[in-house]
Nanobody, 126 residues
Framework: QVRLVESGGGLVQAGGSLGLSCLDSGGIISRYAMAWFRQAPGKEREFVAAINWTGGSTSYGDSVKGRFTISRDNAKNTVYLQMNSLEPEDTAVYYC???????????????????WGQGTQVTVSS
């Protein structure tokens, strides 16, 4: 059974960097696409980045392109999100999710993912 645990959030000044991790304690995500979404107070959950099961294909939301990088280490059952040049608008709770189907391509819709973690708070001060 998949259990996703996000970590690495915190408080950072604008222009700074943070690295998030998403660990699957169940050890089965290696054959699934994975994604990061975020949700700011009063807003809907927003797509941030996704990666296919091999790590060979990625997709990014328009607001984070060129600043964020998603990667994965299947041997460690972990997905990462490196966030650079952070802006106050990046403040949100960040969640990782597992693709619904094995070996699926990268998708950008929330409904294509499941088994969400509890989230990790990222706060960017101006």
């Amino acid at each position: 059974q998949v259990r996703l645990v996000e970590s690495g959030g915190g408080l950072v000044q604008a222009g700074g960097s943070l690295g998030l991790s998403c660990l699957d304690s169940g050890g089965i995500i290696s054959r699934y696409a994975m994604a990061w979404f975020r949700q700011a107070p009063g807003k809907e959950r927003e797509f941030v980045a996704a990666i296919n099961w091999t790590g060979g294909s990625t997709s990014y939301g328009d607001s984070v392109k060129g600043r964020f990088t998603i990667s994965r280490d299947n041997a460690k059952n972990t997905v990462y999100l490196q966030m650079n040049s952070l802006e106050p608008e990046d403040t949100a709770v960040y969640y990782c999710g597992r693709g619904r189907f094995m070996h699926s391509r990268v998708e950008v819709t929330e409904g294509d993912y499941t088994d969400w973690g509890q989230g990790t708070q990222v706060t960017v001060s101006s």
